[in-house]
Each structure stands twice: as structure tokens, then as C-alpha cells.
């Protein structure tokens, strides 16, 4: 079985003597990112969900009291509320190892099929697997999903709190409260699900590097999806070359914020 070394040089001496041949084009397994964006918004609603509650419950007990607001109020929803435990950030970890395989799965496959139409299916076999690499980008999306819940229910404890007590300044009734606090949330989730899929893209992008530069590969050909919502800056850059090592200042394909792009690999130097 050839080494990493002759299988890159046997890459170079074809692609010397023969046409570059069009390489398959990768793609963020869509699917996948939209069902992982909709458990981590899902993750938010349902703490979101009991906090609404907590504060409601209490607002309706301060309304019956006072007239103005406790100097006091926002400091103790803020402790009714409590800050999330490190076990119920974790209840992410189910649905992220799930993501994290898919995407893992569908751009090994991928990546094999850029590198079978480049050198030929002989050389799958002898394909070097970065396996610590890997593992490092796995862990980095695992560990960053919860630091978002974390992350997220921090500041919503903030927000819910403040609320209350614009609310309570105001004299609004829990009706009107309650419908302010559930507005909030729908902001939490629509961030959730923007966060998610940027998580998603930022990691098929990381595995990508991660396999092309197992295999010798320093530069690529900026590609984009093509469709109306790629964003200006990145439809320039449509077909230039960059290197790992040196991208553009917002990084490499899949790096900046929802970035759709992806990287193929040039093979030939």
C-alpha cells in the first residue's frame, strides 16, 4: 500500500501529464444542519418556556403588593431563575454527536470523491487518515454547542429580568408582560438556529482543511453555492485561489459567519 508521500506524488506525476480533471464540488449536508439548528433552538425554547413562568408567577405576586417596583426584584428572578446547570447545557451533547457524524460522514465521502476523480479509485486505499485532527475539530464543535446554551441562557436570564421590571415601572398588566417576554424568545430562537448552522458550516469547513492538507493539498479554488444569497464579497472571490495558510481576511471557506462556501482542492503543483 503506498505511503502519504508516494500517493501525492503519483497525484502530481498525472496531473502533469494529463488534463486537470473537474472535481466534485462539496456540499454541506443541508438536511442535517437544519435538524441540529432545530434541536438547539428547541434546547432554548424549553428553558425559555419555564422561565416565562417563573417570572410570571412572580410578577403576579408583586402586582398584588406593591406599586412600584422592589428595588430588589430583578436580583431575585434573576436568583429564582438560576444560571443553567452543567448537566442540562450537556443535554446538548446527544443531538450535536449526532450532527457532528453526519457531517463528518457525508464530507469524508465527498472528500474521497474529489481525490477519485483526481488520481482514480486505486488510490482510496491509500488515503491517510488525520485522525487526531479529527478528533480535535469534533471536540471543538461538541464543546462550543454547550458553551452556546450556556452562553444563551445567561443572557436570557438578563433580559427576562429587565423585562420584568420595565414592565412592572410601566404598570402593565402579566398579559402584556408575558407576551414581551415570549417576543424575546422567539428572538432567542431565531438566533439558536442562525448560530447552529454556523456552527455546522464552520465544522464541514474545518474537517475539509483537515482532509485536504492529509493529503498534501495547500491551495484551493474559492467555490460558491451560487445562489442569490451568497453574499457580495464572497461571489468575487468565485473561482480565485487561496491557500489554507494564508485565506482571505475572513478566513478560509465555511469560517466567516454562515458562510456557505467550500474549498476545492488544487492539485496541481
Known amino acids: 500500500m503506498p505511503h502519504k508521500h508516494e500517493l501525492i506524488a503519483e497525484l502530481k506525476r498525472r496531473l502533469r501529464t494529463q488534463r486537470t480533471p473537474q472535481l466534485p464540488t462539496l456540499v454541506m449536508p443541508v438536511a442535517t444542519e437544519q435538524r441540529y439548528a432545530v434541536e438547539v433552538a428547541a434546547a432554548v425554547t424549553n428553558q425559555g418556556i419555564r422561565d416565562i413562568q417563573i417570572i410570571v408567577r412572580r410578577y ?16 431575585e428572578l434573576k436568583t ?9 447545557a450537556l443535554g446538548i451533547l446527544p443531538a450535536a454527536r449526532e450532527a457532528a457524524q453526519a457531517i463528518d460522514t457525508a464530507n469524508n465521502i465527498q472528500v474521497a470523491q474529489q481525490v477519485e476523480a483526481a488520481l482514480g479509485s486505486n488510490a482510496l486505499v491509500a488515503l491517510p487518515n488525520p485522525e487526531a485532527k479529527l478528533q480535535r475539530e469534533l471536540e471543538r ?3 462550543e454547542s454547550v458553551k452556546f446554551v450556556e452562553k444563551t441562557r445567561k443572557k436570557s436570564v438578563k433580559e427576562f429580568s429587565d423585562l420584568a421590571i420595565e414592565h412592572f415601572n410601566k404598570g402593565s398588566d402579566v ?11 422567539h428572538v432567542s430562537q431565531s438566533r439558536a438556529k442562525l448560530i447552529a448552522r454556523d456552527q455546522s458550516g464552520k465544522y464541514f469547513g474545518a474537517l475539509t482543511r483537515a482532509r485536504h492538507e492529509s493529503i498534501g493539498v495547500e491551495k484551493y479554488r474559492w467555490t460558491t453555492t451560487g445562489d442569490s444569497r451568497v453574499r ?11 491557500t489554507y495558510k494564508n485565506p482571505p481576511s475572513d478566513g478560509n471557506p465555511g469560517e466567516p459567519i454562515r458562510c456557505r462556501c467550500v474549498a476545492t482542492p488544487i492539485f496541481d503543483d
Request: proline share 2%; hydrophobic share 40%; no cysteine.
Open 60 to 75: 403576579t405576586e408583586e402586582l398584588a403588593k406593591v406599586q412600584d417596583a422592589p428595588a430588589n426584584l430583578g436580583r
Open 80 to 88: 429564582l431563575l438560576g444560571s443553567i446547570t452543567r448537566e442540562e
Open 141 to 143: 464543535f461538541l464543546n
Open 175 to 185: 398579559g402584556t408582560l408575558e407576551q414581551a417576554l415570549v417576543d424575546r424568545l
Open 232 to 242: 457580495g464579497e464572497h461571489q468575487a472571490r468565485d473561482g480565485q485561489i487561496f
